[in-house]
């Protein structure tokens, strides 16, 4: 049985962290599944609950700047700028991690990833817990992740103690991540809502996408991800849409704006993609397909999660 808390239970939530449960939250960005950074055994739960390789490192939530200095050192002088435009907000900044902060939170690398979320829920569970909140987002290793408590249920019955229930994440895609452990080579890590121009206007130099060469410094990008047991194909063009559906199966589509077709549809936008794709999946569709049209594939972080939620 998982405990489903409200907001008003805030403080219970808390109570379980402090004890070194597990506690699933919602975030602006995706709901996360957080342990006190100080509780090395509920870091290890994280992992074994998600089934998440040990090498992929946890992102640290955070309440206020003021916590910044106690989880990384070295802190660029950028940092104030960044924070100020974008956090509280949907930016993962990736820095030298201090030496106090468990190394199993960052799977043994000497960073560390930090996020200061801007849900209301999130901040005052961090608040009430004392300290910082490491949180995978809530979902099964390789599947797509939760933007809404029931998703949590599904993934964790009897395996976390609690779920607080913020209703739907209202942005749907986990955060842009930004690494400046070399402040001369800022590069993303993954890309989010945030994006790389609005980033290098702020911080006043180009980013670099991360290359496959980055890969020591950003394990998390080697597993599958977001993969609904179905079948995904995409498509950019209509005609292309329309000869598939000549053949008959059991299918889905996922599209921004209703086409007059004889298919059963699912809501496709960074809000909607995690939760259709795993209606999808309990529906039992055999095949799903994703029109991707012009604004989608200008999308940056969607298109990201579509390319991996596709690539069987
Ligand atoms: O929006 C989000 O970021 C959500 C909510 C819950 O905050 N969290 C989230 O966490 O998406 P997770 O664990 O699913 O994704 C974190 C990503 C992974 O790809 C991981 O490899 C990477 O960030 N990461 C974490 N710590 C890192 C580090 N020290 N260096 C490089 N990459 C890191
Ligand atoms: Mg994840």
Known sequence: MILRLGSSDIETAANLLKRGEIVAFPTETVYGLGACISHTDALRKIFAAKGRPLDNPLIVHIADIAQLSSIAIDIPDSIPHLAKAFWPGPMTLVLKRHPDVPSIVSAGLPTIAVRLPSHPIARELIRAAGEPIAAPSANLSGKPSSTQARHVLDDFEGKIAAVLDGGAATLGIESTVL??????????LRPGEITKEQLEWVLGAPIRHRQTEDQASSPGMKYRHYAPAAPVKLFTSQ??????????????????????????????????????????????????????????????????????????
Do not use: Q
């Not at 690494?179 to 993303?188: E, F, T």
């Open 179 to 188: 690494s400046l452990y070399n402040p001369s080579d800022p590069v993303i």
């Open 239 to 312: 005609p292309d849409l329309l000869k598939h559906l000549d053949k008959k199966g059991k299918w889905v589509l996922l599209s921004r704006e209703r086409m007059s077709l004889d298919i059963d549809y699912l809501p496709l936008s960074s809000k909607d993609l995690f939760a259709s794709l795993r209606t999808a999946d309990t529906d039992g569709y055999e095949e799903i397909l994703i029109y991707c049209d012009e604004e989608t594939l200008r999308h940056e972080g969607l298109m990201n999660r579509i390319l991996k939620a596709s690539s069987h």
